[in-house]
C-alpha cells in the first residue's frame, strides 16, 4: 500500500516555473514507478510524466517536454515535477499516482490545483 500527497500548487502567470510535491508512505516506495496526471476542467485525466523506480528513466508527454522534470527522492520518499515556461493550457488538477505490480497506477493522490492566467 502506498499513500500519495501532493502539494506545491497554486496560481501563476504564463512563463513562470511552480515544483509540485508529492510525499508517498508505504515501506515499498522506492519500487514504484510513479507518474504525475493532471486533469483539466471539463477533460478526462491525462499522462503528464513518469519515472522509473530507480529514478533513472523518465517519460514525458509531447505538451509538457523540455518545459517539465519529473523526479524523485527514495530516501524522502518524495516525487517532484518541476514545471518552467507555465502556459494557460496547464492549467489543471495535478495528480500524483504509483503504478503498482499489475502494470496500472493502483494509487492515487488527492490533487493539488494549478493555474495559470495569461
Known amino acids: 500500500q502506498v499513500r500519495l500527497v501532493e502539494s506545491g500548487g497554486g496560481l501563476v502567470q504564463a512563463g513562470d516555473s511552480l515544483r509540485l510535491s508529492c510525499a508517498a508512505s508505504g515501506r515499498t516506495f522506492s519500487t514504484y514507478p510513479m507518474g504525475w496526471f493532471r486533469q483539466a476542467p471539463g477533460k478526462e485525466r491525462v499522462f503528464v510524466a513518469a519515472?522509473?523506480?530507480?529514478?533513472?528513466?523518465?517519460d514525458y508527454a509531447d505538451s509538457v517536454k523540455g518545459r517539465f522534470t519529473m523526479s524523485r527522492d527514495n530516501a524522502k520518499k518524495m516525487v517532484y515535477l518541476q514545471m518552467n515556461s507555465l502556459k494557460p493550457e496547464d492549467t489543471a488538477v495535478y495528480y500524483c499516482?504509483?503504478?503498482?505490480?499489475?502494470?496500472?497506477?493502483?494509487?492515487w493522490g488527492q490533487g493539488t490545483q494549478v493555474t495559470v492566467s495569461s
Open positions: 519515472i522509473s523506480w530507480s529514478g533513472l528513466s523518465t
Open positions: 499516482a504509483a503504478r503498482g505490480p499489475e502494470n496500472t497506477y493502483d494509487y
